[in-house]
């Protein structure tokens, strides 16, 4: 079984669970109670909140900030930089002119699923879902949640397309009806959800 590897000038606290065979590169901070699967890569100057949740065979790149309580899917690409936010409406002081303490936050997460990516430079707005194998483009603001397989660009992100597992855009054969240019692999858009029917 593979060692876990930690670079000297990272910081991950004690309380962090780390599957077999994860890298954890040059100054990045883990915060307690994280799990990490197996796996992973997790990047240069990378920060991850207490208690996230990190699949197997991620790859989380440099200076990417996830904060807590973000839940991401096993085979997750999170481009250089990118945020995952827990707070929709952050102030740093209440109406009163207190500074804020963690009782006065209502966090919320970023759920990622299986193989989704997220193109660097993108910040997701929490409480949203990014589903199975979607890509996000880019520099993209994302404030809604994000449909299995599809593919959303911009600020705010829109949708213009969909993906398969490879990640190349899907031809549309007929309406509705959907092909992978690289693995062949159709898909039939049924009732907005798209579905994958052969291998």
């Not at 855009?169 to 693995?183: D, G, K, Q, V, Y």
Request: glycine share 12%; proline share 5%; aromatic share 6%.
């Amino acid at each position: 079984m593979s060692k876990v590897r930690i670079a000297p000038s990272a910081i991950v606290e004690k309380s962090t669970i780390i599957g077999a065979g994860t890298s954890i590169w040059h100054n990045a901070q883990i915060q307690g109670e994280s799990v990490i699967g197996s796996d992973c890569i997790i990047g240069k100057d990378v920060y991850i909140g207490a208690g996230v949740t990190v699949g197997n065979k991620c790859k989380i790149q440099n200076g990417a900030q996830v904060y807590e309580p973000a839940v991401i899917g096993d085979g997750v690409f999170v481009g250089p930089q990118v945020v995952l936010t827990n707070d929709r409406i952050p102030r740093a002081i209440n109406p009163n002119g207190s500074l804020k303490t963690s009782q006065d936050w209502n966090l919320v997460g970023v759920v990622i699923e299986q193989g989704a990516s997220i193109g660097a430079n993108s910040t997701c707005v929490a409480p949203i879902r990014i589903g199975t194998w979607a890509m996000i483009g880019a520099g993209s603001v994302v404030i809604k949640d994000v449909p299995n397989y599809a593919l959303v660009v911009g600020n705010p992100a829109k949708q213009i397309g969909w993906v398969g597992e490879s990640g190349e855009r899907l031809i549309e054969e007929e309406a509705n009806h959907f092909s992978c240019p690289i693995t062949k692999s159709k898909y039939n858009l049924i009732k907005s959800e798209l579905k994958r029917i052969t291998p």
